[in-house]
């Protein structure tokens, strides 16, 4: 597995699958090729996950993602807004008021990353 990525993939992700809505969380974002084939890896804050397909579309806040089974994977990178008010009740113990997206993917990286 080679990784292809560079620091501005820190980024964290909300990811829809196909039309379910925030579905998972995705953290340090990697894009490689394994056996000639281009694959997307991250940690969800559970586990491991890797999916091959390609990248259909991209611009600066998200990219879609076609899985070789046919399920598109849509990555937005996460906003403290949308944090707010979809994901931060299925947090536990103490988190932070943040003030910034960056700040947000530093916690999530701090917390689950390191």
Sequence with gaps: ?????????KKVYFVDVDDRVNVLIALDLQLFEEDDRKCIGFFDTNRGRMFC???ISS???RFIFKT?????MTFRVA??????MNWRKYI???VPDFQSDNELHSWYNKQFLE
Excluded: A, L, R, W
């Design 68 to 72: 070789e089974k046919n399920n598109t």
């Design 79 to 84: 906003t403290v807004s949308e944090f707010n």
């Design 59 to 61: 611009d600066e806040s």
């Design 1 to 9: 597995m080679t990784n292809s990525y560079d620091d501005s993939m």
């Design 92 to 94: 536990e113990g103490n």
């Design 53 to 55: 397909g390609e990248i």
